[in-house]
């Protein structure tokens, strides 16, 4: 139980002043619109909430805040903290960093992003302060959810002074693809996903923007994923995507209100029978509204007999009019509109009807319910709520044109989807949308409406919360997978009281650290020791079980009376006997594997290749670290593409790309040698991906133990590789038997 505490960079209000008297007026946008009708309806409201919490920038001065303050408590159900900066650091994060830099890169404007120093300095400033404002008042059970991309930051701010603090981030904005985002300074772009991997959950609004997101933070940080989740500095963080909806209900029910219908009907009875179709954006070049008039003006040029039949109402909204790019635009569109007209209108009619202005809310709906069409084509947007108000407001009729670079394009299929660039296309959806049968209007918007319906802003909330929830489940989960004194008590009695053990350990990584050069990774004094007087115990059957070539593991461990595997299972070497070869196929292969491999050497330095009997390996570890990575990155798709319809199989192992004959893992190996000993006691130790194998096919049989921390298949996780001789010489500690221990689940 706790509160709901919603941040974003500015409060859901703005003040007006006239004389003496101040005044409250709701901001426009769509998280505001989304959150505030959230918090409006108590129906769908979690019930374990005790309160909710606004924070955000004040746009207004702290003495006309106070003045409205105590009436602002009095109408709404939720508390508002607002923060005063100083002006020009807020202008510099705001219309610097935030607006002249992160909204044209992650909006694919690459050549408009202005990379200014004081930007960045204002930016992390601003983002401080957010944290110095909301840390005093965090409360136990306290949910946090910040919002969008001027606070990227802020969560691992919060993080820092708030370890236990449960922390969701959402991005509204798309993400952009690797390839873009890796355009900007490698601090900054380091310090935002540093930034926002302080939150518990990262929220997008499409499966694309979330892949763009996992792959940016494997190349850049070096951390992989498991489906949508990661493993960052010891806590488990989920990545996935929420698609914002909106309150349908308070638009589809507008149909009915007799203000809106007045409007509509005034609307209607305005353009008689012509055709109407209808844009509202806000001012910003990502909007495509100078590609959305070209194609309007191709349209009126290619199909000339809708000349004086249609006629198209575009609604400007005002933003961020501080911008000189902004003013220089407005300036564009209005120039093309005056062309427009100018071209093709008559006496009696004139094709464009141009609005810069903000809507009111019952002038919008009877907008969208008289519209025959509405025109939404942008060039780039990480959802679109224009388009999904739209259809929530149709009476069964109009049709939707929509970019397919809008986030919404992946929900309202049923849409004509453009591509915004293309006239062409544009003007023939536009004909198309004028001339499309009413039973067709009605069926596509129904399908709309129904999933509208289905996933509105109240379920969006409440799924994220949800989710949130359940990631700090799962983070308690791992805390207690970490093996402590009480679990190897039970463990060490188990293995005290068995007279048939089983004890399965992967070498590099495990036994050994790793070793720059594989070659060198031969066993220290300390662990030939503890091999020794494990496989003196006649009860004991120790298995090393490896990556490593047979030669390496013969010379090293070659004398000892234990079982030896070597390449993942390729070969085996029963103690006390000789080696078998489980693989008998021709490694002509390896040609082609060497020298996609080779090239790769080549442009990355460091790394080398290690061929064994029936795999081949690229070795990374001795690279530069992000060179290493990404090179990684382009060999695993190479190979993967290299081998399909082929016996083998790729494997990305820890600073390794190694290629092997398929059929042959950890797992089948460890399975294998069980199922011939039918031991009492199982032990499984190992570091790496190809140890993961063994985790999932001993589950139930044994005990696994992951070294080092991170997403695992294994029951228990030990912190680190020097943690694994001590873990297991305490097995032949002698402890008292006799006290009643835990059995193995």
């Known amino acids: 139980m706790g509160r709901l505490i919603i941040i974003s960079n500015r409060l859901p209000f703005s003040l007006d002043r006239e004389g003496d008297k101040v005044s409250l007026r709701q901001s426009s946008g769509g998280l505001v619109s989304a959150i505030k009708s959230y918090f409006e309806n108590t129906g769908a409201q979690r019930g374990d909430l005790t309160g909710k919490m606004w924070i955000g920038v004040a746009d207004f001065p702290q003495d006309d805040w106070r003045q409205v303050a105590a009436a602002h408590a009095a109408e709404q159900d939720f508390d508002i903290l607002p923060i005063f900066p100083d002006k020009d650091v807020y202008d510099k994060y705001y219309n610097g960093f935030s607006n002249s830099v992160l909204w044209p890169l992650f909006h694919y404007f690459s050549s408009l992003a202005e990379y200014e120093g004081p930007y960045f300095d204002a930016y992390l400033q601003m983002n401080q302060l957010f944290a110095e404002t909301i840390v005093p008042i965090l409360e136990p059970g306290d949910q946090v959810w910040i919002h969008d991309y001027q606070l990227m930051i802020l969560p691992h701010l919060l993080r820092q002074k708030k370890p236990d603090a449960t922390i969701g981030f959402f991005l509204h904005i798309p993400f952009p693809s690797y390839e873009i985002f890796r355009l900007m300074p490698t601090e900054w772009k380091k310090t935002l996903l540093h930034g926002v991997m302080g939150a518990d959950l990262i929220g997008f609004h499409t499966y694309d923007y979330v892949q763009h997101f996992l792959h940016s933070v494997k190349m850049l940080l070096g951390v992989d994923n498991y489906f949508h989740n990661l493993q960052y500095q010891d806590r488990l963080i989920r990545i996935d995507l929420f698609p914002i909806g909106i309150d349908y209900n308070k638009f589809h029910q507008m149909a009915t209100d007799p203000e809106v219908e007045e409007i509509r009907t005034k609307i209607r009875a305005q353009f008689e029978d012509r055709k109407l179709i209808f844009s509202v954006d806000r001012l910003d070049y990502t909007k495509g509204l100078m590609q959305r008039l070209s194609g309007f003006e191709y349209f009126l040029e290619r199909y000339p007999e809708w000349r004086e039949k249609m006629v198209f109402v575009l609604n400007v909204v005002p933003s961020r009019d501080t911008i000189p790019a902004y003013n220089d635009r407005k300036k564009q569109i209005e120039e093309k509109i005056g062309t427009i007209n100018g071209r093709f209108s008559t006496i009696s009619w004139q094709p464009l009807i141009y609005r810069y202005n903000h809507l009111p809310f019952k002038d919008l709906v009877a907008l969208y319910q008289a519209a025959d069409a509405a025109l939404i084509t942008p060039l780039r947007d990480g959802m679109n709520l224009v388009a999904k108000e739209y259809v929530a407001s149709s009476l069964g009729r109009g049709v939707l044109i929509l970019s397919e670079l809008a986030g919404a394009a992946s929900e309202l299929s049923e849409a004509i989807l453009v591509n915004p660039t293309d006239t062409s296309d544009v003007a023939n959806s536009i004909t198309r949308a004028l001339a499309m049968p009413l039973y067709e209007q009605r069926n596509r918007i129904s399908l709309m409406q129904r999933r509208l319906q289905e996933y509105d802003v109240f379920k969006w909330v409440n799924d994220f919360m949800d989710q949130l929830q359940q990631v700090k489940q799962e983070q308690k989960k791992q805390k207690v997978k970490v093996l402590d004194e009480r679990t190897l008590t039970s463990i060490r009695r188990h293995y005290q009281r068995s007279s048939n053990r089983c004890l399965l350990l992967d070498y590099d990584g495990t036994l050994v650290p790793f070793s720059r050069i594989p070659s060198e990774a031969a066993p220290d004094n300390s662990v030939r020791d503890l091999l020794t007087r494990l496989s003196a115990d006649p009860k004991n059957h120790v298995i090393i079980i490896s990556g490593r070539d047979l030669s390496s593991l013969d010379r090293w461990l070659g004398s000892l009376p234990v079982t030896l595997v070597a390449e993942h299972g390729a070969s085996t070497r029963p103690r006390n006997g000789g080696w078998q070869q489980m693989v008998s196929v021709s490694d002509l292969w390896k040609d082609e594997i060497r020298r996609v491999m080779q090239a790769f050497v080549i442009r990355c330095a460091g790394s080398f290749i290690e061929e064994k009997t029936n795999t081949i390996a690229w070795h990374y570890r001795n690279t530069q670290t992000g060179l290493g990575f990404s090179r990684s ?46 031991p009492d006691f199982v032990l499984c130790l190992g570091d790496d991906t190809t140890d993961e194998d063994m985790f999932k096919a001993l589950e139930g049989e044994g005990y696994t133990i992951k070294v080092n921390n991170g997403a695992s298949a294994a029951q228990y996780t030990i912190l680190s590789q020097q943690q694994v001789l001590p873990l297991l010489n305490s097995l032949l500690v002698p402890i008292n038997t006799n006290t009643p221990s835990e059995t193995l689940s």
């Open 633 to 678: 990155r382009e060999l695993l798709n190479t190979l993967s593409q290299l081998i399909q319809n082929t016996t083998l199989q790729v494997i990305d192992g820890n600073k390794v790309v190694e290629v092997r004959i398929s059929g042959f893992d950890k797992g089948a190996s460890a399975l294998r040698i069980l199922g011939d000993m039918d």
